[in-house]
């Protein structure tokens, strides 16, 4: 669909998410989005109650964005430590390529923390709810416990990664990160389920 016959919401997220990337959230304003996206400011507080409305929605949308990302990197595989790797893979490769968190790292790392960690629409909390379902998809004998545990370590760490990028290829980085979620907490016996079988050696 092009631009200008996309829903007016699209649009303004759209234009929200290149100006930041272009400028930074601290320069961002509505007049800036309203103009890219072809819009008035005042149809554009008919969708968004503020600046700041603006950038969590933007935020929100881009955090499900990855989430669909990895959920269907995940369930090529059927394995549960394959299916989990590609998760990790595509995340690493999501994060990793995000203009605005490169914009951020670039030029506003003060601004990032809080995009990551903070808020229902956090990229931590989209992270976590993907990499639960994944598990619990994947290894439905794990206890709640687990799952959780598991899911937190790994959201965790991939956000860590989102800060601070890796060195190392994503595929490395996902095969290491895989097997030490499943050997240790996922594999780790809860209050009411045993410890599951040691996973298979890395190739």
Do not use: N
């Not at 950038?55 to 990302?69: K, N, P, Y």
């Not at 990499?131 to 994947?138: D, G, I, V």
């Amino acid at each position: 669909m092009p631009a200008t016959e996309a829903p007016a919401q699209e649009r303004l997220l759209d234009a929200a998410l290149e100006v930041a990337a272009l400028h930074g959230l601290s320069r961002l304003s509505v007049g800036d989005v309203a103009k890219r996206a072809g819009l008035s400011r005042q149809t554009l507080y008919k969708h968004f109650t503020s600046r700041e409305d603006l950038v969590a929605q933007t935020v929100l949308r881009e955090a499900g964005r990855m989430v669909e990302g990895i959920i269907a990197a995940a369930e090529v595989h059927e394995d549960p430590l394959d299916s989990l790797e590609a998760a990790i893979v595509r995340a690493l490769e999501l994060l990793r390529g995000h203009p605005l968190l490169d914009r951020l790292l670039a030029t506003e790392p003060e601004a990032l923390l809080p995009l990551l960690v903070e808020g229902s629409g956090s990229v931590l909390d989209a992270v976590e709810l993907v990499a639960r379902q994944m598990l619990e998809a994947r290894l439905p004998e794990l206890g709640e416990e687990q799952a959780r545990a598991g899911a937190d370590l790994l959201s965790r760490m991939l956000v860590s990664y989102a800060a601070r990028p890796p060195a190392q290829d994503p595929a490395v980085v996902a095969r290491v990160l895989s097997h030490a979620v499943v050997a240790g907490v996922v594999a780790a016996p809860g209050p009411e389920h045993p410890a599951l079988p040691t996973p298979r050696p890395a190739p």
